[in-house]
């Protein structure tokens, strides 16, 4: 039976691990916001690096859970805190994750939809910068010619 120091110190670096993921949500939301967008791919592999701490440390405390015969989700939590009533230090790091679990996740989600309307933003001004296709007018490869400009003529050369 795992000793109740495993799944504290567990829970704490898990708890520690996602105070840093939610800096890194949200440095990329003021980036996103700035229209800082240069700098994302950096972010995006210090996001990668510290999901997959996360994940390793959230696949940590499920075998430490199952270790003792209970389920690796809350349930099997609720039942570790009935099983060892005298851990408040485990009980405590565990209401400092689920929190700041639920903002990381509201914070993704919400950077999510800022890349959306950006990336909305980007197509609607690529598509106003190549203009619209004129119905019908069609170059030697079978494509949609772009549109012309008024008052400008359309080449024999197309």
Known sequence: MPEPPDLLHTVEAEVAAVQR???LLER????????AVDDLLDLVDEKN???GEL?????????LLTAEGLSADRSGVAAWFTAHPG?????TAWSQLVPLARQAREL???????????????AGALAALLGASIPG??????QNL???????????SV
């Open 87 to 91: 851990e408040s230090r485990v009980r």
């Open 55 to 63: 994940a390793a440390l959230a696949d940590r405390h499920g075998r």
């Open 137 to 142: 007018l069609y170059g030697r490869d079978g």
């Open 108 to 122: 993704n989600h919400l950077n999510g939809e800022l890349i959306r309307v950006r990336l909305q933003h980007n």
């Open 146 to 156: 772009p549109q012309v400009p008024d008052g400008q003529r359309i080449s024999d």
């Open 49 to 51: 690096a510290l999901a």
């Open 28 to 35: 990329e939301q003021a980036m996103l916001v700035d229209g």
């Open 21 to 23: 993921f939610v800096g």
